[in-house]
């Protein structure tokens, strides 16, 4: 049982939009702490797409944002492109366990 | 551009001690200011962060697993390691290193990755 909440899939057609949501509590991801974004393909570790909320890696495409409001955080994917399928998980931190890293349960996109 | 390369016995047995290492290339851990850490993702489940670790041996847990779990840190070798005591089937996970993004305490990510390594637990 993850303790960040997302929906176990979602899909959407080449060059249609997505939105992953990731639902957490007051003491996560309606903290302080910031809430991460991580992309994983299939039989790959996972690799940092978002950080810092909303701040995208270098080499990270634009299409690729995100946001939060209270308890619950969203990414953004546009422009869908077949190498976006994979899975997505949200991670923040807990402060009222001393900033320990929790993540949700991922998101598995299907691009249609 | 910094690696990290973990390194683990493959399977284990019900009740005993589970050690893994993490090879750091290209990067110092005596001179990084960077945090390290052990995450683990269970066959098709998700991720669950287990531990981290500052060069100065500072170490933190996740409270589900802090009675069980030890991270450690050799700079001489440039590596760090998790010990997993008392291990079940519930341990049986791909285990990976990664790097914090920058502080533990500031709610940071995780930006390097290793590939992981597979743990099975059987008799």
């Known amino acids: 049982q993850s303790v960040l909440t997302q929906p176990p899939s979602v899909s959407g057609a080449p060059g249609q939009t997505v939105t992953i949501s990731c639902t957490g509590s007051?003491?996560?991801?309606?903290?302080?702490?910031?809430v991460h974004w991580y992309q994983q393909l299939p039989g790959a570790a996972p690799k940092m797409v978002i950080y810092?909320?909303?701040r995208r890696p270098s080499g990270v495409p634009d299409r690729f944002s995100a946001s939060k409001s209270g308890t619950s955080a969203s990414l953004v994917i546009t422009g869908l492109q077949a190498e976006d399928e994979a899975d997505y998980f949200c991670?923040?931190?807990?402060?009222?366990?001393?900033?320990?890293?929790?993540f949700g349960g991922g998101t598995r996109l299907t691009v249609l | 551009q910094l690696q990290l390369q973990e390194s683990g016995p493959g399977l284990v047995k019900p009740a005993e001690t589970l050690s893994l290492s993490c090879s750091v290339s290209?990067?110092?851990?005596?001179?990084?200011?960077?945090?390290w850490a052990w995450i683990r993702q269970p066959p098709g489940r998700g991720l669950e962060w287990i531990a981290s670790?500052?060069?100065?041996?500072?170490?933190y847990y996740n409270p589900s697993l802090q009675s069980r779990v030890t991270i450690s840190v050799d700079r001489s070798k440039n590596e760090f390691s998790l010990k997993v005591k008392s291990v079940t089937a519930a341990d049986a996970a791909l285990y990976y290193c990664?790097?914090?993004?920058?502080?533990?305490?500031?709610?940071?990510?995780?930006?390097?990755w290793g590939q992981g390594t597979m743990v099975s637990v059987s008799s």
């Open positions: 290209h990067d110092s851990l005596r001179r990084s200011e960077h945090y």
């Open positions: 991670q923040a931190s807990d402060s009222s366990r001393g900033a320990s890293k929790v």
């Open positions: 990664a790097r914090h993004k920058t502080n533990f305490f500031y709610g940071d990510g995780f930006d390097i």
């Open positions: 670790i500052y060069k100065s041996g500072s170490d």
């Open positions: 007051a003491s996560d991801v309606g903290s302080v702490y910031d």
């Open positions: 810092d909320t909303n």
